[in-house]
């Protein structure tokens, strides 16, 4: 039986920040998570390949190549994919609009949820301000974090050896840096705003590798995370439930691939947008 069949069956599958194509994107983690969960309806939430590492060296190994074949397999199979754009993949959205094949590319799109519920879909990098008014400015943000996280490869191989879970500097710095706090909220704010805009009763994005899932002034607000670091991912259920699915990392040798799951708390009661 193919691992479809085997596979837990969801209603919609939200993914985000894969970063194929760089060297700290966790593909096989990727592809565990695909082989465990399988929808017919899968949003991929931008920078699912990384045009701006492979424009300076072309680096796309076998793995990486696994999980667009994945993903493509899981269409043969009847699943639709959405495809939003985002900053590091913006080189697909001269083509936004295209559908072939079961795919659809799209800048941002509304998901109707099970129980009735409309949620913006988007990438969320045209509300950050960094990226949208200095582009150089985040091209040496990204040389950056790519530097913080060979260190923190580097910290964490000392971790295994030692028989310590593996550890995050960058999610650390996000949760302790009062910059880096205020614009996470700052971000989730106006992505919140922007739902409010659609007349939607959330958003559903990626972008700042922060997952949440949280209500801010009546809307629901959800982040995917990444999968570089944390390894999250968020699916709905036939019920319209929604639970964020953080895949281990860093995992010892024999130890047994079993996603920990974060259960969402319920949704709260929304009301129309004005």
């Known amino acids: ?26 593909a096989d983690l ?23 590492r492979l424009k300076s060296g072309w680096y796309f190994p076998q793995s990486h190549n696994d999980v667009i074949q994945k993903l493509l397999r899981k269409v043969r199979k009847g699943s639709k994919l959405i495809y939003v754009t985002g900053n590091h993949d913006d080189f697909l959205r001269d083509f936004t609009g295209l559908q072939f094949g079961g795919i659809t590319l799209v800048d941002e799109v509304i998901h109707e949820t099970a129980d009735g519920k409309r949620l913006l879909v988007i990438h969320g990098d045209l509300f950050d301000l960094v990226v949208r008014n200095a582009k150089w400015l985040a091209l040496l943000g990204d040389w950056a974090y790519t530097l913080a996280l060979a260190s923190n490869a580097v910290v964490n191989r000392v971790r295994r050896l030692l028989n310590l879970p593996h550890w995050s500097l960058s999610a650390w710095a996000k949760n302790k840096v009062k910059n880096a706090v205020n614009y996470i909220g ?11 805009r659609h007349q939607a009763d959330g958003v559903v994005c990626g972008h700042i590798h922060h997952a949440a899932f949280r209500e801010i002034e009546g809307l629901t607000y959800i982040n995917t995370g990444d999968w570089v670091e944390s390894c999250t991912a968020v699916v709905e259920h036939h019920d319209g439930r929604f639970e964020m699915i953080r895949w281990p990392q860093g995992r010892l040798k024999g130890q047994v691939a079993v996603p920990v799951v974060v259960p969402a708390r319920p949704a709260p009661a929304l009301v129309e947008a004005a």
């Open 30 to 52: 990727v592809l565990e998570f695909l082989r465990a969960y399988d929808a017919p309806q899968i949003y991929l939430v931008g920078d699912i390949i990384d045009g701006w």
């Open 1 to 26: 039986m193919g691992d479809e069949d085997d596979a837990k069956q969801v209603r919609s599958i939200f993914i985000s920040d894969l970063h194929l194509g760089t060297r700290g994107a966790q």
């Open 186 to 196: 700052e971000f989730e704010v106006c992505l919140a705003a922007e739902a409010r």
